[in-house]
């Protein structure tokens, strides 16, 4: 079951929520979902009820709380675009200060893995990089991730993109990652677009969106999961 906690992020001593679940069975460790620029909608919830399932404590930020506390969009032009202008007006220093304050919240009881979608796999690369206490993470088909590949990293991460995917093109992102950083797994699924985790989207393949989640969730075990 889901509740909603509330952490203060340090760069500003603001007061976001998190969707939060407790792990089922044996803890594993934390995971820190990060969302798409839609807010915690749907998708994020079965997101965090998925990975609560295979043992892990799981914070979901809600990093637009700044702009609209709660903030929850549609997956149109008109979400898209609300959410872009959402990014521009929170910044990225404030959420990936939110990010570490999940981390933060969770490290006293074992090792912390972030996984995130869109916006969040591009925040997920840039806290491998520039967070502390981040045991690996896993970045999904984030349009941030090639402009800061050469971006030193202080945490293991697995890549995942789609081979559809209108907006990123998985090839250029695979080959400036590999010059950049030829040790970080970089896998395209051929079946999928953006997106492809939300199970029941237009671009999502489920057998690509699972083996994606296996992959994630080999690393995290070579990491520290229990």
């Not at 933060?104 to 206490?133: H, I, M, N, Q, T």
């Not at 040790?183 to 057998?207: A, M």
Request: hydrophobic share 45%; charged share 20%.
């Amino acid at each position: 079951m889901t509740d909603t906690v509330t952490l203060t992020s340090a760069i500003d001593g603001f007061q976001f929520t998190a969707a939060h679940a407790q792990p089922q069975g044996e803890r594993k460790g934390g995971i820190v979902v990060v969302q798409e620029i839609f807010g915690l909608d749907q998708y994020v919830h079965a997101d965090v009820t998925r990975w609560s399932a295979l043992g892990f404590e799981v914070l979901a930020p809600s990093i637009f709380d700044r702009v609209t506390p709660g903030y929850v969009a549609e997956h149109d032009p008109q979400g898209f675009q609300t959410g872009v202008a959402n990014v521009g007006a929170v910044g990225l220093d404030a959420m990936l200060s939110d990010i570490q304050a999940c981390i933060d919240e969770l490290a006293p009881r074992g090792p912390v893995f972030a996984v995130g979608y869109c916006l969040g796999g591009s925040l997920v690369w840039l806290a491998a990089g520039k967070l502390k206490g981040l045991a690996a993470g896993a970045a999904y088909y984030g349009s941030m991730i090639a402009a800061n590949a050469a971006l030193p990293l202080n945490a293991p991460v697995v890549v995942h993109l789609g081979r559809k995917d209108g907006h990123i093109p998985a090839d250029d992102v695979k080959a400036k990652l590999g010059q950049a950083h030829p040790d970080v797994p970089v896998f395209i699924y051929e079946n999928s677009g953006h997106g492809f985790n939300n199970d029941g989207r237009p671009d999502s393949d489920l057998d690509d969106a699972r083996l994606a989640r296996q992959r994630s969730l080999e690393l995290f075990r070579a990491h520290g999961a229990g």
